[in-house]
Nanobody, 119 residues
Framework: QVKLEESGGGSVQAGESLRLSCYSFRTVFSFDELGWYRQAPGKQREMVATITTDLGSRTNYADSVKGRFVISLDGASNTVYLQMNNLKPEDSAVYYC???????????WGQGTQVTVSS
């Protein structure tokens, strides 16, 4: 089991920014990828952004957040960040951190942090 601790959620106005943080209690380099996902009421959980832990640090973004959100990884502190700029009401959701690796199909989730954007 891997514990992930998210922080940084809150309530903001449209156009404002927030930065989410997710701390892993195990070294992130034991895993292949970290990511942020979100789930709005009545909707399925969706991928927001992912980043690999190898030297390439490849990132992937949902089309809806490209150009506004940036995912980054600080391996030294085992923390993944999601910088969210120009927030829109449709970004409102519970945001979850995920860490996983392919060889044993392990995947772990944080408890989630609420982001609310008002117009």
């Amino acid at each position: 089991q891997v514990k992930l601790e998210e922080s940084g959620g809150g309530s903001v106005q449209a156009g404002e920014s927030l930065r989410l943080s997710c701390y892993s209690f195990r070294t992130v380099f034991s895993f292949d990828e970290l990511g942020w996902y979100r789930q709005a009421p009545g909707k399925q959980r969706e991928m927001v952004a992912t980043i690999t832990t190898d030297l390439g640090s490849r990132t992937n973004y949902a089309d809806s957040v490209k150009g506004r959100f940036v995912i980054s990884l600080d391996g030294a502190s085992n923390t993944v960040y999601l910088q969210m700029n120009n927030l829109k009401p449709e970004d409102s959701a519970v945001y979850y951190c995920n860490i996983g690796r392919a060889y044993d199909a392990s995947s772990y989730w944080g408890q989630g942090t609420q982001v609310t954007v008002s117009s």
